[in-house]
């Protein structure tokens, strides 16, 4: 029963192969095992972490090694066509180098988090993404290239015919390409970072993600909007958070028979109000006060102040506008809005209307 051949080998021939692919899969249990029970407890005592990412880099790699060895061996144990040895071990020289790939690319990536992602600043560490797929695309394109050129494979030629392909894959993915461009541009011109709240192109929001397609933006309604980054980069960006004081204008009304001294007193109340509202600059080069516009129902003034960075926006207007509300009222000046004076002719003549400014003033109908 055991000489009975099966394409041209025997039973006992096929079972040793078979037990010799079981062995090098009880081995890789028995690797995984060890390093779950001794070497991961050991290195972690150490204080250095060179065991560590030597361990990371070599575990999965090193099991797929031995699977290899163990098929390899079983494989060749067998006889079968001389032309099917050739594609055998191509196969595995492929598969071999591709391994040794797999490691370096493993261990520039576990280097790469170790030496740049704790020693960097806030602008580095967000680069860190764009880098490490940058370092492992190099990286596989070079295992790759060396895998084939070690089994007779034209390199030139296949240069040529990537480079034919590559051209019209560039026309199809000219915007995939921008957008990679667009996120390096980001990265190292720094025009914001994640967590600045900007204003694009008109849309305002926080920035919570830079990746290689797009940028994703929250809104202030919670909605996320994502930007191609070419766009992000062809555009005006006001980076908001890195604004050192928000600046304010309030534009007051009063009526028209205020007189000179109402206004210079109006315009001192204003100059005097942000030392009583928090998170407003007290800073009297900070503050602007004048009167501005004579308009058809109300003299106007004009005032500037500066929200200080830590101050939230929203609030502290609101504050500003309670503030010169309740001032303006205890001072008894008087807000304009606009009014309609209706005049009556005496006798048989025509009656008619016409728009007057009366500020201050409620809407009067002289007695006919």
Same mark, same amino acid.
């Given at each position: ?16 192969? /078979? ?22 407890? @050991? ?15 070599? *575990? ?23 032309? /099917? ?25 576990? /280097? ?56 019209? @894959? ?22 914001? &970072? ?75 109340? /204003? ?10 600059? *007290? ?24 929200? *200080? ?18 001032? @303006?009222?205890?001072? &008894? ?22 728009? *007057? ?12």
């Amino acid at each position: 029963m055991l000489n009975y051949e099966i394409w041209g080998n025997s039973v006992q021939t096929w079972i040793v192969s /078979l037990l010799i692919i079981a062995g090098a899969f009880i081995v890789v249990k028995l690797l995984s095992l060890l390093g779950r029970k001794v070497i991961k407890p @050991f290195i972690g005592r150490t204080n250095n972490r060179v065991d560590d990412i030597i361990y990371y880099s070599l *575990e999965s790699p090193l099991k797929f090694a031995v699977m290899l060895l163990g098929i390899w061996i079983a494989i060749h144990r067998l006889v079968y066509p001389d032309h /099917l040895v050739k594609y055998v071990d191509n196969a595995y020289s492929i598969l071999i180098i591709l391994d040794i790939t797999w490691v370096l690319a493993r261990l520039s990536t576990a /280097l790469l988090q170790q030496y740049w992602g704790q020693r960097s600043d806030g602008h580095a560490l967000k680069m860190m993404p764009v880098v490490r797929r940058t370092i492992l695309v190099l990286i596989w394109i070079i295992g790759l290239v060396t895998a084939l050129s070690n089994v007779g494979v034209d390199i030139n030629a296949l240069w040529g015919t990537l480079g034919i392909g590559g051209i019209a @894959f560039a026309l199809a993915a000219q915007d995939t390409v921008k957008n990679i461009f667009g996120a390096f541009t980001i990265f190292t011109d720094k025009p914001f &970072g994640i967590g600045d709240t900007i204003n694009v192109n008109g849309f305002e929001g926080t920035v919570v993600d830079v990746g290689m397609r797009s940028t994703r933006i929250m809104g202030y309604d919670r909605r996320i909007t994502s930007y191609p980054n070419y766009k992000i980069t062809d555009a005006s960006i006001v980076n908001i958070s890195s604004e050192p004081m928000r600046r304010a204008m309030v534009k007051v009304g009063l009526t028209y028979d205020t007189g000179a001294d109402k206004m210079n007193e109006a315009l001192d109340i /204003l100059r005097g109000l942000p030392a009583k509202v928090k998170d407003v600059s *007290e800073n009297p080069s900070d503050i602007t006060a004048y009167f501005s516009d004579y308009t058809d129902s109300a003299l106007v003034i004009t005032f500037y102040y500066y929200i *200080e960075k830590q101050g939230d926006i929203l609030k502290v207007t609101s504050d500003m506008n309670l503030a010169i509300l309740a001032a @303006f009222n205890k001072a &008894g000046l008087n807000f304009a809005f606009p009014t309609r004076t209706l005049l009556v002719q005496r006798g048989g003549e025509d009656a008619g209307s016409r728009d *007057e400014s009366v500020p201050g003033n409620a809407p009067q109908t002289p007695n006919s």
